[in-house]
């Protein structure tokens, strides 16, 4: 299994679009790993998790074949996790010679009204929309990719207009904890891990959206995440062998990329970066 990030920010990006703060300024004369776009990750080459606003820049960047993502799932419904207005273009007159002219996406009822919204306000043709097969899904109820993935969704901690999720991802025996965008778990989401999980994951992604400063409520600064971490290794989720990797950055976090790299390390976790890739 291989897991590569294509965005590694939150909502605004790094630099944030209209910010002049230090950080921001810094990021934006540095680039490099200083530079974060909206949240986005790819398993292997045919899983794609969330769609954000910037899609476009990671295929270009990354030589993505979009459209050989046979599979979407979505975390919830902000839009620098899913923008489905970009879905008007798959297919038809915009995109000829698809390696796979359907993409099957697995979300929460907010995100399908919210496709649907855009749908009719955008008129997306049912030439387009037939090709987009949506699958509601709720938390604790493990579902399959064909028969390469195993998937269950998990309650995540974040937004109270919705059941935002996260997931775990099994390929084989390889299982791929992708935490984003959460607080703390919720205890139902602990309890089912460390009654279910055979043994520890193989790579945990942890929301850390606010770096040094403390969280508010749906997300985890990185202080958070060093309690959440050693909850999870007492719930045995996680252990030594376990990749643990830093992800969802702000610029109100107030942490640069080697400042943040230096941080986690002191806790046996890395800080992921825009284009940053981890085999399993």
């Known amino acids: 299994m291989k897991l ?26 540095r680039g490099g790993r200083d530079i974060k776009t909206r949240s986005q990750a790819i398993v292997n080459s045919d899983l794609l998790i969330d769609f954000p606003c910037d899609t476009y820049m990671h295929v270009i960047r990354e030589k993505i074949d979009l459209s050989a993502c046979r599979w979407l799932l979505v975390t919830h419904a902000h839009e620098d996790h899913f923008y489905p207005a970009d879905f008007g273009i798959y297919g038809d007159c915009y995109a000829h010679n698809m390696t796979s002219e359907k993409l099957e996406i697995y979300c929460n009822s907010r995100v399908k009204e919210m496709f649907d919204a855009v749908s009719r306000e955008i008129a997306i043709p049912d030439s387009i929309k037939n090709n987009l097969l949506f699958t509601v899904v709720s938390a604790f109820e493990e579902f399959s990719l064909g028969d390469r993935y195993r998937v269950t969704p998990l309650k995540a901690n974040h937004s109270p207009n919705e059941n935002a999720l996260f997931y775990l991802i099994r390929e084989g025996e ?69 990749v643990v990797v830093f992800n969802h950055f702000s610029h109100n976090g107030m942490l640069l990329h080697d400042e943040a790299s230096e941080l986690a390390a002191a806790h046996g976790a890395l800080v992921s970066y825009d284009g940053m890739q981890v085999e399993l």
């Open 4 to 29: 590569k990030y294509l965005g590694t920010a939150a909502a605004e990006g790094i630099p944030a679009l209209f910010c002049r703060c230090e950080l921001c300024r810094t990021a934006l004369e």
């Open 174 to 242: 390889k299982q791929l904890l992708y935490a984003h965008d959460t607080g703390h778990f919720p205890e139902e989401t602990t309890d089912y891990l460390a009654n279910n999980l055979v043994r520890p994951v193989d790579m945990l992604s942890l929301d850390a959206t606010l770096g040094k400063n403390h969280c508010y409520d749906g997300h985890m600064g990185f202080y958070e995440c060093f309690d959440m971490l050693d909850i999870l290794k007492q719930r045995g989720i996680v252990d030594d062998n376990t």
